[in-house]
Structures are given as C-alpha cells and as structure tokens.
C-alpha cells in the first residue's frame, strides 16, 4: 500500500470516528432534553397536564402517561389488596400497601400503591391493619411503572403477603381489566400508611456526562489526526529541507 493510500483510509476512518461520536454526542444531549422536559412536566403544578379517567381510559398507551399528575375516582377492591415485601421507607423495611381501584363509571381496574406500612417481625405472615374507605373516593398521585421485581425463589405468591407484583395474575384474580401502569398515592400519611416518597431521579447529568465523553473521543481523533498526518510531517519536512553548513 503507497502513502496515498495510506493517507486516503486514515482520513476516511478518522472522519466515520469524528461522525459516530458526534452523532451519538448529539443524541445523549437529546435524551438529556428529553428528560429535562419531563422533569419540568413532573415539576408543574399539579393541574396542569391533569390525567382524570377519561383520559387514563381514552390513552393509546397507558405507559405514556407515567409521570403525569392524577385525580382518579372509583371504588377501592380492598379485599384484593397485595402487601409487597421487603420495600422500604426512611430505612425502615416493611410492605407497599397496593390495592386496586376500579374506575367510575368502568369496569377498568387500575393498581394504586397507597402507602408504606411496617411489618410485624414477631408474626411475619401476619398482614398489617390498614384502612380502606368504603364508597367511592378520589385518589390522587403520580403516574408511574409497576414497582421494580426483587429476587423471588420457587413460584409467586398468590397470598395477600408477595415479593413482586404479576400483572397476569392479578387479572386473573380480580377478572378485569387492569393498566399496565399504577398510580402512587401522594399526600400525607393517612388510613395507617406513609406516603414519604423519594423523589424521581431521571439522570439528567448522566446524558450530559456521556455526551461530554463522546464529544471529547470526537475532539481527540481530529487532534490525533491533524498532528500526525499534518503537522508532523509538514515539521518534519521542514526540517528535512533545510540547508546544513
């Protein structure tokens, strides 16, 4: 291979390096966008962007909503309510009281996670007293996916106590509908639950760390090249050229 030839695939290569890493800069700073307008949406006050059944019900897709404030009304199941263990509240580990509600005026069941209450270490099968209005109520909170799964040995539970949550199988007990969505109850402590949620954390810095990386390989590949496929030989050609006495 000759030095033009040479010098054809290094600037061809150095010039895909230079684009790949710009473009996925560029892409990391949208997602960092993405998530800074979410954060401002989750941010607003809560009657703007308000989600009510009306729009839960008329949503294409439920998961777009995650985040979005809500007012629901509906009647609480609360003979299907579901303690899931091992969660934790102020380092304290007890249950996240989840019971379904199913929506006015439908027949949809959507998953409400009311509150974090302890467990009884001494009766660990025992389930914890709470209070459960009776009659429609409203219920208000965030959008949000269904709690993350912790490790589970054997099959789960199909006992009011459970580790993770089986949307399938909650279906098939309550025979509705349920959302692939629930919704986490905001306001003080109430009807023997506590409700001190950490706050959403969407990694905004994140994407502006990986796209401040990317940019900085970008940078490095044009520096590598321009010295030493122009500079350096341009010097040393110089050097070269000039008259010894």
Sequence with gaps: MNARSRFFLITLATLLGISLTASLGRWQLNRAAEKEALQARMDAPSNAGLVDAAVLLGA???????????????????????????????????????????????DTVILVQRGWVARNFEERVKVPAIETPAGTVTVEGRMAPLPGKLFELGHPSVTA?????????????IHAPVWPVILVQTGPASEGLLRDWPAVNLGVEKHYGYALQWFGM?????????????LKPFIFRTKDSTPHA
């Design 161 to 173: 106590i459970r580790q993770n949550l089986d949307l399938q199988q909650l279906r098939e007990q």
């Design 218 to 230: 970008a940078a490095l590949m044009a520096l590598l090249y321009l010295w030493h496929q122009i």
């Design 60 to 106: 294409p897709d439920p998961t777009s909503l995650v985040h979005h404030h809500a007012v629901l009304r509906g009647q609480w199941l609360a003979d299907q309510t579901v303690y899931l263990d091992n969660r934790q509240m102020n380092a304290r580990v007890g249950f996240f009281a989840v019971t379904p509600l199913r929506l006015e005026g439908s």
